[in-house]
Protein backbone atom coordinates (compact mmCIF):
# COMPACT_ATOMS: atom_id res chain seq x y z
CA UNK A 1 0.00 0.00 0.00
CA UNK A 2 1.18 3.67 -0.65
CA UNK A 3 0.90 5.40 1.78
CA UNK A 4 -0.94 9.22 1.41
CA UNK A 5 0.94 12.17 2.60
CA UNK A 6 -1.40 15.49 2.78
CA UNK A 7 0.29 18.26 1.49
CA UNK A 8 -0.28 20.36 4.64
CA UNK A 9 1.06 23.96 4.25
CA UNK A 10 3.24 24.81 7.24
CA UNK A 11 1.82 27.36 9.88
CA UNK A 12 2.56 30.60 8.90
CA UNK A 13 3.29 33.16 11.78
CA UNK A 14 0.54 35.45 11.50
CA UNK A 15 1.47 39.10 11.55
CA UNK A 16 1.98 41.64 14.60
CA UNK A 17 0.01 43.82 14.56
CA UNK A 18 1.24 47.21 15.45
CA UNK A 19 -0.05 49.17 18.63
CA UNK A 20 -1.60 52.30 18.55
CA UNK A 21 -2.14 54.83 20.99
CA UNK A 22 -5.46 55.32 21.93
CA UNK A 23 -6.85 58.16 20.05
CA UNK A 24 -7.76 60.69 23.87
CA UNK A 25 -3.93 60.01 24.45
CA UNK A 26 -2.83 60.94 21.24
CA UNK A 27 -4.74 63.92 21.29
CA UNK A 28 -3.66 64.69 25.53
CA UNK A 29 0.63 64.65 23.82
CA UNK A 30 -1.54 67.23 21.01
CA UNK A 31 -2.67 69.25 24.01
CA UNK A 32 0.42 68.56 25.90
CA UNK A 33 2.88 69.85 22.76
CA UNK A 34 0.76 73.22 22.29
CA UNK A 35 0.94 74.23 25.41
CA UNK A 36 4.96 73.45 25.59
CA UNK A 37 5.48 75.41 22.18
CA UNK A 38 2.99 78.55 23.86
CA UNK A 39 5.53 78.55 26.83
CA UNK A 40 8.64 78.29 24.64
CA UNK A 41 7.00 81.30 22.41
CA UNK A 42 6.46 83.07 25.69
CA UNK A 43 9.95 83.16 26.55
CA UNK A 44 11.28 83.94 23.71
CA UNK A 45 9.59 86.53 22.39
CA UNK A 46 7.63 88.23 25.92
CA UNK A 47 10.39 86.84 28.37
CA UNK A 48 7.08 85.83 30.52
CA UNK A 49 5.76 82.42 30.98
CA UNK A 50 2.45 81.51 29.73
CA UNK A 51 1.72 77.94 31.50
CA UNK A 52 3.00 79.55 34.99
CA UNK A 53 0.37 82.72 35.27
CA UNK A 54 -2.54 81.11 37.24
CA UNK A 55 -4.76 83.79 35.95
CA UNK A 56 -4.51 83.35 32.73
CA UNK A 57 -4.97 79.30 32.79
CA UNK A 58 -8.07 79.89 35.67
CA UNK A 59 -9.90 82.42 32.62
CA UNK A 60 -9.25 79.93 30.04
CA UNK A 61 -10.25 76.86 31.84
CA UNK A 62 -13.39 79.14 33.01
CA UNK A 63 -14.02 80.43 29.10
CA UNK A 64 -13.78 76.19 28.08
CA UNK A 65 -16.76 75.00 30.31
CA UNK A 66 -19.15 77.16 28.68
CA UNK A 67 -17.93 75.74 25.25
CA UNK A 68 -17.49 72.55 26.41
CA UNK A 69 -21.11 72.07 27.78
CA UNK A 70 -22.28 72.84 24.50
CA UNK A 71 -19.59 70.20 22.62
CA UNK A 72 -20.59 67.53 24.86
CA UNK A 73 -24.00 67.96 22.96
CA UNK A 74 -22.96 68.13 20.32
CA UNK A 75 -21.03 65.30 20.26
CA UNK A 76 -23.63 62.69 21.18
CA UNK A 77 -25.80 64.44 17.97
CA UNK A 78 -22.55 64.30 15.53
CA UNK A 79 -22.00 60.27 16.66
CA UNK A 80 -25.54 60.26 15.25
CA UNK A 81 -24.62 61.24 12.10
CA UNK A 82 -26.23 64.15 12.57
CA UNK A 83 -25.16 68.25 13.15
CA UNK A 84 -26.40 70.65 15.54
CA UNK A 85 -25.95 74.73 14.10
CA UNK A 86 -28.57 75.98 16.74
CA UNK A 87 -26.33 75.58 19.92
CA UNK A 88 -24.91 79.21 20.04
CA UNK A 89 -28.27 80.76 19.32
CA UNK A 90 -29.92 78.75 21.93
CA UNK A 91 -27.58 79.64 24.68
CA UNK A 92 -28.29 83.29 23.77
CA UNK A 93 -32.14 82.89 24.14
CA UNK A 94 -31.66 80.61 27.36
CA UNK A 95 -29.74 82.91 28.86
CA UNK A 96 -32.02 85.82 28.05
CA UNK A 97 -35.05 84.17 29.64
CA UNK A 98 -33.01 82.85 32.40
CA UNK A 99 -31.53 86.19 32.99
CA UNK A 100 -34.82 88.09 32.88
CA UNK A 101 -35.94 86.21 35.75
CA UNK A 102 -33.15 86.42 38.07
CA UNK A 103 -33.38 89.88 38.00
CA UNK A 104 -33.28 91.47 41.52
CA UNK A 105 -36.30 93.81 42.46
CA UNK A 106 -34.52 96.29 44.46
CA UNK A 107 -36.18 99.11 42.40
CA UNK A 108 -39.72 97.86 42.50
CA UNK A 109 -39.43 97.43 46.44
CA UNK A 110 -39.61 100.90 46.36
CA UNK A 111 -43.21 101.13 45.58
CA UNK A 112 -43.86 97.80 46.65
CA UNK A 113 -41.79 96.47 49.83
CA UNK A 114 -43.68 92.65 50.27
CA UNK A 115 -41.73 92.30 46.62
CA UNK A 116 -39.02 89.85 46.78
CA UNK A 117 -36.82 88.24 43.92
CA UNK A 118 -37.92 84.66 42.92
CA UNK A 119 -36.36 81.74 44.03
CA UNK A 120 -32.93 80.77 42.09
CA UNK A 121 -34.25 77.73 40.74
CA UNK A 122 -37.36 79.61 38.65
CA UNK A 123 -34.46 81.14 36.28
CA UNK A 124 -32.29 77.81 36.23
CA UNK A 125 -35.79 75.61 35.29
CA UNK A 126 -37.02 78.73 32.90
CA UNK A 127 -33.57 78.67 30.77
CA UNK A 128 -33.29 74.38 30.85
CA UNK A 129 -36.62 74.14 29.58
CA UNK A 130 -36.16 76.72 26.87
CA UNK A 131 -33.03 74.56 25.72
CA UNK A 132 -34.67 71.32 26.28
CA UNK A 133 -37.50 73.09 24.28
CA UNK A 134 -35.50 73.92 20.85
CA UNK A 135 -33.49 70.78 21.56
CA UNK A 136 -37.42 68.57 21.18
CA UNK A 137 -38.10 70.70 18.12
CA UNK A 138 -34.93 70.22 16.76
CA UNK A 139 -34.86 66.54 17.20
CA UNK A 140 -38.85 65.80 16.40
CA UNK A 141 -38.64 68.08 12.88
CA UNK A 142 -35.64 65.76 11.98
CA UNK A 143 -37.25 62.61 13.13
CA UNK A 144 -40.98 62.90 11.92
CA UNK A 145 -39.88 64.60 8.39
CA UNK A 146 -36.28 63.29 7.18
CA UNK A 147 -35.13 67.11 6.61
CA UNK A 148 -30.87 67.02 7.08
CA UNK A 149 -30.28 67.90 10.65
CA UNK A 150 -28.04 70.99 9.01
CA UNK A 151 -31.21 72.33 7.22
CA UNK A 152 -33.31 72.19 10.83
CA UNK A 153 -30.47 73.29 13.37
CA UNK A 154 -29.97 76.34 10.53
CA UNK A 155 -33.12 77.50 10.90
CA UNK A 156 -33.32 76.91 14.82
CA UNK A 157 -29.93 78.98 15.06
CA UNK A 158 -31.67 81.97 13.05
CA UNK A 159 -35.34 81.33 14.69
CA UNK A 160 -33.60 81.78 18.69
CA UNK A 161 -31.29 84.61 17.83
CA UNK A 162 -33.73 86.23 16.36
CA UNK A 163 -36.20 85.70 19.57
CA UNK A 164 -33.36 86.76 21.62
CA UNK A 165 -33.31 89.72 20.54
CA UNK A 166 -37.18 89.97 20.31
CA UNK A 167 -37.14 89.31 23.78
CA UNK A 168 -36.08 92.79 25.37
CA UNK A 169 -36.08 94.21 22.00
CA UNK A 170 -31.90 93.72 21.83
CA UNK A 171 -32.01 95.56 25.06
CA UNK A 172 -29.23 93.80 27.83
CA UNK A 173 -30.98 92.34 30.69
CA UNK A 174 -28.99 93.13 33.80
CA UNK A 175 -28.91 93.74 38.14
CA UNK A 176 -29.15 89.71 38.69
CA UNK A 177 -29.75 88.25 41.88
CA UNK A 178 -26.86 87.18 43.88
CA UNK A 179 -27.51 83.45 43.91
CA UNK A 180 -27.85 83.52 40.51
CA UNK A 181 -24.62 84.94 40.04
CA UNK A 182 -23.41 82.96 42.20
CA UNK A 183 -23.62 79.82 39.67
CA UNK A 184 -20.99 81.51 37.13
CA UNK A 185 -18.27 82.30 40.32
CA UNK A 186 -15.24 81.06 41.00
CA UNK A 187 -14.97 77.16 40.11
CA UNK A 188 -18.39 76.63 39.73
CA UNK A 189 -18.54 76.15 35.88
CA UNK A 190 -15.76 73.97 35.52
CA UNK A 191 -17.27 71.78 38.43
CA UNK A 192 -20.71 71.69 36.01
CA UNK A 193 -18.44 71.40 33.12
CA UNK A 194 -16.44 68.42 34.99
CA UNK A 195 -19.74 67.04 36.65
CA UNK A 196 -22.04 67.01 33.34
CA UNK A 197 -18.98 65.36 31.26
CA UNK A 198 -17.97 61.94 33.77
CA UNK A 199 -22.39 61.64 33.55
CA UNK A 200 -22.27 61.82 29.90
CA UNK A 201 -19.59 59.65 29.05
CA UNK A 202 -20.61 56.84 31.57
CA UNK A 203 -24.24 56.97 29.97
CA UNK A 204 -22.27 56.85 26.28
CA UNK A 205 -20.38 53.70 27.19
CA UNK A 206 -22.10 51.90 29.83
CA UNK A 207 -25.48 52.32 29.33
CA UNK A 208 -28.58 51.32 26.63
CA UNK A 209 -28.60 55.04 26.03
CA UNK A 210 -25.16 54.77 24.09
CA UNK A 211 -25.55 51.53 22.70
CA UNK A 212 -28.62 52.87 21.06
CA UNK A 213 -26.57 56.23 20.06
CA UNK A 214 -23.43 54.05 18.28
CA UNK A 215 -25.66 51.80 16.83
CA UNK A 216 -27.44 54.54 14.92
CA UNK A 217 -24.38 56.25 13.70
CA UNK A 218 -22.93 53.33 12.57
CA UNK A 219 -25.40 51.92 10.75
CA UNK A 220 -28.94 53.41 11.03
CA UNK A 221 -30.94 50.94 9.16
CA UNK A 222 -29.31 48.12 11.02
CA UNK A 223 -30.69 49.83 14.35
CA UNK A 224 -33.92 50.41 12.67
CA UNK A 225 -33.99 46.69 11.57
CA UNK A 226 -32.41 45.70 15.28
CA UNK A 227 -35.34 46.73 16.86
CA UNK A 228 -34.01 50.28 18.26
CA UNK A 229 -37.33 53.10 17.60
CA UNK A 230 -34.21 55.22 15.58
CA UNK A 231 -37.03 58.19 15.85
CA UNK A 232 -37.53 58.38 19.37
CA UNK A 233 -33.94 58.01 20.28
CA UNK A 234 -33.18 60.72 18.02
CA UNK A 235 -35.63 63.15 19.71
CA UNK A 236 -33.58 62.50 22.82
CA UNK A 237 -30.26 63.02 21.42
CA UNK A 238 -31.54 66.53 20.22
CA UNK A 239 -33.39 67.55 23.39
CA UNK A 240 -29.73 66.29 25.97
CA UNK A 241 -27.82 68.76 23.28
CA UNK A 242 -30.47 71.30 23.46
CA UNK A 243 -31.00 70.81 27.33
CA UNK A 244 -27.21 71.18 27.53
CA UNK A 245 -27.17 74.61 25.66
CA UNK A 246 -29.72 75.72 28.11
CA UNK A 247 -27.14 74.76 30.89
CA UNK A 248 -24.42 77.03 29.12
CA UNK A 249 -26.44 80.05 28.21
CA UNK A 250 -27.10 79.63 32.15
CA UNK A 251 -23.25 79.39 33.24
CA UNK A 252 -22.92 82.05 30.63
CA UNK A 253 -25.76 84.90 32.09
CA UNK A 254 -24.52 83.99 35.72
CA UNK A 255 -20.93 84.74 35.05
CA UNK A 256 -21.25 87.66 33.01
CA UNK A 257 -24.15 89.07 35.52
CA UNK A 258 -25.63 89.76 32.24
CA UNK A 259 -27.87 88.78 29.53
CA UNK A 260 -27.06 89.60 26.03
CA UNK A 261 -28.78 88.37 22.94
CA UNK A 262 -25.34 88.25 21.42
CA UNK A 263 -24.42 85.75 23.10
CA UNK A 264 -23.01 82.60 22.22
CA UNK A 265 -21.95 83.86 18.71
CA UNK A 266 -20.08 81.03 16.96
CA UNK A 267 -19.95 79.12 20.15
CA UNK A 268 -21.57 76.41 17.82
CA UNK A 269 -18.74 76.23 15.67
CA UNK A 270 -16.36 76.15 18.40
CA UNK A 271 -18.40 72.95 19.98
CA UNK A 272 -18.43 71.44 16.73
CA UNK A 273 -14.99 71.88 16.40
CA UNK A 274 -13.96 70.55 19.53
CA UNK A 275 -15.80 67.08 19.19
CA UNK A 276 -14.14 66.67 15.86
CA UNK A 277 -10.42 67.66 17.54
CA UNK A 278 -11.45 64.89 19.79
CA UNK A 279 -11.91 62.52 17.60
CA UNK A 280 -15.87 62.62 17.14
CA UNK A 281 -15.98 61.08 13.15
CA UNK A 282 -18.53 63.54 11.25
CA UNK A 283 -18.94 60.00 9.52
CA UNK A 284 -20.81 59.01 12.63
CA UNK A 285 -20.63 55.94 15.25
CA UNK A 286 -17.16 57.09 16.27
CA UNK A 287 -16.30 59.85 19.68
CA UNK A 288 -16.08 59.82 22.96
CA UNK A 289 -16.87 62.62 25.58
CA UNK A 290 -13.21 62.38 27.09
CA UNK A 291 -11.67 63.28 23.58
CA UNK A 292 -14.20 65.89 23.57
CA UNK A 293 -12.81 67.71 26.81
CA UNK A 294 -9.54 67.78 25.46
CA UNK A 295 -10.85 69.15 22.05
CA UNK A 296 -12.23 72.22 24.53
CA UNK A 297 -8.77 72.36 26.24
CA UNK A 298 -6.86 72.40 23.10
CA UNK A 299 -9.18 75.26 21.77
CA UNK A 300 -8.92 76.68 24.92
CA UNK A 301 -5.13 76.69 24.92
CA UNK A 302 -4.67 77.98 21.66
CA UNK A 303 -7.25 81.00 21.69
CA UNK A 304 -5.37 81.83 25.44
CA UNK A 305 -1.89 81.71 23.64
CA UNK A 306 -2.37 83.61 20.85
CA UNK A 307 -4.08 86.14 22.97
CA UNK A 308 -0.87 86.24 24.84
CA UNK A 309 1.27 86.39 21.86
CA UNK A 310 -0.28 89.46 20.71
CA UNK A 311 -2.16 87.75 17.57
CA UNK A 312 -4.44 89.47 16.00
CA UNK A 313 -8.25 88.04 16.24
CA UNK A 314 -8.54 87.55 12.74
CA UNK A 315 -5.96 85.54 12.29
CA UNK A 316 -7.05 83.43 15.31
CA UNK A 317 -9.87 82.44 13.03
CA UNK A 318 -7.90 81.71 10.38
CA UNK A 319 -5.98 79.32 11.83
CA UNK A 320 -8.98 77.86 13.89
CA UNK A 321 -10.65 77.46 10.43
CA UNK A 322 -7.29 75.25 9.46
CA UNK A 323 -7.04 73.24 12.25
CA UNK A 324 -11.22 72.46 11.51
CA UNK A 325 -10.47 71.36 8.43
CA UNK A 326 -6.63 69.58 9.29
CA UNK A 327 -8.99 67.41 12.16
CA UNK A 328 -11.99 66.84 9.75
CA UNK A 329 -8.71 65.33 6.91
CA UNK A 330 -7.37 63.33 9.31
CA UNK A 331 -10.98 61.74 10.22
CA UNK A 332 -11.65 61.00 6.46
CA UNK A 333 -8.53 59.42 6.41
CA UNK A 334 -8.78 56.69 9.38
CA UNK A 335 -12.30 56.42 7.88
CA UNK A 336 -10.59 55.75 4.47
CA UNK A 337 -8.27 52.98 5.78
CA UNK A 338 -11.07 51.18 7.99
CA UNK A 339 -12.61 50.63 4.82
CA UNK A 340 -9.96 49.39 3.21
CA UNK A 341 -9.20 46.73 5.93
Known amino acids: MTAIV ?14 RLPTELGILLVLVGIGLAFEAFGWVLRDQSFLLNGQRLVLMILQV ?38 QTSDFSRAVFPSLTDMPVWVPVMAGLGVGLLAGVVNGSLIA ?82 SGINVKRHLVIVYSIAGLLAGLAGIVASARAATGQAGMGMSYELDAIAAAVIGGTSLAGGVGRITGTVIGALILGVMASGFTFLGVDAYIQDIIKGVIIVAAVVIDQYRNTRKIKR
Open 65 to 102: SVIGLLAIGVTQVIITTGIDLSSGSVLALSAMVAASLA
Open 6 to 19: ENNPAPTAAPRSRR
Open 144 to 225: ATGIPPFIVTLGMMVSARGLARYYTEGQPISMLSDPYTAIGSGATPVIIFLVVAVIFHIALRYTKYGKYTYAIGGNMQAARV
